[in-house]
């Protein structure tokens, strides 16, 4: 099972991640518009890292279950933490000067998604996307 | 630093994104759109996304801002190209663009903008009308 880790701490290194995203869900065989989700969600959670956490650690996996396959990203970062998950879950809430889009709209365009946060030590989540699903 | 090019034709100004955007880029275009907006007085401003394979919140926003800038400015916005998952995508993450005028391809934006500043000043679209090769 492959397992990709990866530094995150310049807007670059967004690019060069999502590529890497993008050539993993084609070894899965996933369709065009999945491939776009999956991308997309990662954007999301990696701008987030990026501007609140000054970056972190994105790690890409191949996951399979029966016939399914699909692609982990888990995205690790040592940033301040997010004191109210379920207020940052919330369409339309931001501290920041974004449309608070970033992560509910991330839970639409995923399978599955986790978040795990403690203030002061950072923040983990995780989305997983099956090539069908 | 990376710049994405923008064309001026008459009346318009074009701009085709081929890279993938990153943030700071968006926010360089958004700012030289604006600026070229006022410099040269384009009345229309085309935007060609057939090339972006992702469109998140963040772009999406930067889309929305620099047609609301432009609008502002006098100028229409029309976004040409869209990927079908793309689109899919921006709904699916809720940002539906209101606002932005859009056309599937550079033509048909052609003549969307060229009816739309019709529309507002004829003497601007008798310009406009050159320029279009049939």
């Keep these: ?133 | 630093m990376d710049r994405i090019p923008i064309l001026r034709m008459g009346k318009f100004l074009l701009v085709t994104i081929q890279v993938d955007l990153y943030d700071r880029l968006a926010l360089t275009l958004e700012a030289d759109l604006v600026q070229m907006v006022s410099k040269t007085n384009a009345k229309g401003l085309l935007i060609d996304i057939s090339a972006v394979s992702i469109v998140d919140s963040f772009m999406g926003r930067i889309i929305g801002n620099i047609a609301g800038m432009s609008k502002i400015l006098d100028a229409q916005t029309v976004l040409v190209g869209m990927q079908p998952a793309v689109a899919i995508t921006l709904i699916e993450l809720g940002l539906p663009l209101k606002g932005v005028y859009t056309a599937l391809n550079m033509e048909k934006g052609m003549k969307l903008l060229t009816s739309m500043i019709d529309d507002f000043d004829d003497d601007v679209a008798e310009e406009a009308d050159d320029i279009i090769v049939e």
């Design chain 1, 1 to 133: 099972m492959s397992k990709d880790v990866f530094d995150v701490v310049r807007d670059q290194d967004v690019v060069f991640v999502k590529r890497r995203i993008q050539e993993t869900a084609i070894k899965v065989k996933m369709g065009l518009v999945n491939q776009t989700r999956v991308i997309t969600a990662a954007s999301e959670i990696l701008r987030n890292m990026l501007r609140y956490a000054n970056g972190g650690k994105c790690i890409i996996e191949v996951v399979t279950s029966g016939r399914n396959n699909g692609v982990r990203v888990t995205f690790a970062d040592k940033g301040p933490g997010i004191p109210d998950i379920n207020l940052a879950m919330k369409d339309g809430y931001s501290t920041g000067k974004s449309l608070g889009l970033g992560l509910p709209g991330t839970k639409r365009l995923v399978n599955e998604f986790d978040i795990q946060s403690k203030v002061g030590e950072g923040t983990t989540v995780t989305i997983l996307k099956w090539a069908n699903g």
